[in-house]
């Protein structure tokens, strides 16, 4: 990692070396049918080509902040070691001659690794972040480039970062963190430890062999269950123009949702996620007056064991059905949904593992059959890797909750011409803030009803749990009024928010 510099930009101190070329072996070579989850991933990228680096994984790791100073070559030894480890990083796809896409395992290669010099120590963060914005801001070349691109940072001769973009095909957000984990290992002590018992190559064979087929099809049974029953969409008739770009991005950074979803979970015995989801759900049916909400939440899949420390895409889409409680007298209100929910997100979550091929056919039959297409376009991420459960003394009450609401930030931080959605609905953030973001086609729901959607959400589950839960009658309205606010707050214009609408206090995790 010494090779010659050249300038970054003009005025700029930062400059980038000629990228460095570190060799890797590994255990194995093959070929391999995708995996569910690559199939799952490759078909989204598909359909949003060519803006599909928008599923590129991207990880900072600071290597200042303790140990032992970290040069370029241990660097590049930690990282010859991760892609040795950990197979999927050694995996490209893999064309047949009828198109079929498989993956094709390496067993050695060479991987360059491109360096930031800043010699401004309060620059390296600064740094780090744009080298991450160049690593994962470009589609990666499937067939012909390793899944994963490396840098770092260096400053007086240390490397105070190394950042790494991932293609979605070879990591979801949870393996990302584990080879974060690994590399953090591997840079300070050598070793990472045992490796994941199972790899991505062998999960492909399990799942084409005949066991593996009958868990999918028994997955896809409770779909087809559910898509026989559910409005056969979420938002099926535009409401207005679409904005240009088509599909917008807002973003709710709140204090108050980490302390009121956590209080919600430890008092009605769900989790987290499940309160959120239900929050959504209610909301996307109030919106256009379903009986039922169906959305499709991204499961893990890594209850197994030998799934928990795999690097590899396992996520999949579930479905969640979430019926509406019969609400004659208008009585009934959101906390009333969470025992439900629960036990209908087990339910989607346990059935979220299956062959696309076989459930691409699955809906295509269903729509033939209900004369309609039948898709939620409706999706949920809930991107947090823990949940802390409290205890009775920790919950907040009504007038900590009404103070961490006021530090809520609101914003639209971006835009894009093509998702294959109509409602996306991510999570992120730690106990401190929850970053809630919604890209939505504008078509059917413009700029003022996505942050409708956001503030509502904040303000039933704050409401809740401060002991006033609104009533589900209420919803609509709620929506109406958030709504309203929109417009005469933040004065949105043809080409996008007024300029004084607020900026966002907190920058959203790479996901």
């Known amino acids: 990692m010494n090779g010659a510099t050249t300038a970054a930009g003009p005025a700029s101190a930062t400059v980038r070396t000629a990228p460095s ?3 890797f072996t590994g255990a194995r070579a093959g070929r391999a049918p995708l995996t569910w989850g690559q199939r799952a991933i490759w078909h989204a990228i598909g359909r949003t080509a060519p803006n599909d680096h928008y599923f590129n994984l991207g990880r900072i790791l600071p290597l200042a902040d303790r140990g032992a100073p970290v040069d370029g070559p241990r660097l590049a030894a930690a990282v010859a070691a991760l892609l040795g480890r950990h197979e999927a990083l050694r995996t490209r796809l893999a064309l047949g ?28 963060d600064l740094a780090a972040e744009e080298l991450l914005a160049g690593l994962t801001g470009r589609r990666f070349d499937y067939t012909g480039e390793w899944p994963v691109r ?20 070879a990591a979801d957000g949870h393996g990302a963190e584990v080879l974060v984990r690994d590399l953090r290992l591997l840079v300070r002590r050598g070793s990472a430890g045992r490796p994941a018992a199972g790899t991505p190559y062998d999960l492909a064979h399990a799942q084409a062999g005949p066991a593996g087929r009958r ?21 099926a008739e535009p409401v207005a123009e679409p904005r240009a770009p088509r599909f917008w991005t807002g973003r709710l950074v709140s204090a108050a949702l980490p302390r009121a979803v956590d209080a919600l979970a430890a008092v009605h015995r769900v989790s987290g996620s499940t309160v959120l989801l239900a929050a959504a759900a209610a909301l ?36 969640v059905v979430l019926d509406l409680p019969e609400d004659l007298d208008g009585g009934a209100v959101f906390t009333d949904l969470l025992p439900a929910a629960w036990r209908a997100a087990l339910a989607g979550y346990r059935a979220a593992a299956y062959d696309p091929v076989e459930w691409d056919a699955l809906l295509a039959r269903i729509a033939r059959e209900r004369g309609t297409e039948v898709h939620p376009y409706c999706c949920f991420n809930d991107m947090r890797l823990v949940e802390r459960p409290l205890s009775a003394a920790q919950l907040p009450t009504a ?7 006021r530090r809520t930030v609101l914003d639209f931080p971006a835009t894009q011409e093509l998702v294959a959605c109509r409602y996306c609905l991510h999570l992120t953030g730690d106990d401190s803030a929850l970053t ?7 078509a059917h729901l413009p700029p003022a009803a996505i942050h409708a ?32 606010r929109e417009f005469t707050e933040h004065g949105f214009t043809e080409h996008g928010p007024a300029e004084h609408a607020p900026a966002a206090e907190h920058r959203d995790p790479a996901s």
């Open 97 to 124: 001659e009828d198109g079929e896409p498989g993956q094709l395992l390496f067993a050695e290669g060479e991987i360059a690794v491109e360096v930031y010099e800043e010699p401004d120590p309060a620059r390296t």
């Open 284 to 319: 996307v049916a109030a919106d256009r007056g379903h009986p039922s909400a169906a959305i499709m939440p991204i499961a893990g899949n890594r209850a197994a064991a030998d799934h928990r420390e795999l690097v590899s895409t396992l996520s999949q889409d579930a479905l």
């Open 399 to 405: 007038e900590e909750l009404d103070g961490l609401r």
């Open 453 to 484: 959607h956001l503030r509502a959400i904040e303000e039933v589950l704050v409401a809740s749990a401060a002991g006033d839960p609104p009533r589900l009658a209420a919803l609509p309205g709620l929506l109406d009024r958030f709504t309203d």
């Open 215 to 235: 868990r999918g099809a028994a997955a896809l049974a409770r779909w087809e269950a559910d898509l026989r029953r559910m409005p056969p969409t979420m938002f």
């Open 150 to 169: 490396f840098g770092a940072v260096r400053c007086g001769g240390r490397i105070t970062h190394a950042v790494f973009a991932l293609c979605h095909l």
């Open 21 to 23: 070329a570190v060799p």
């Open 436 to 442: 809630v973001t919604l890209t939505a086609d504008t």
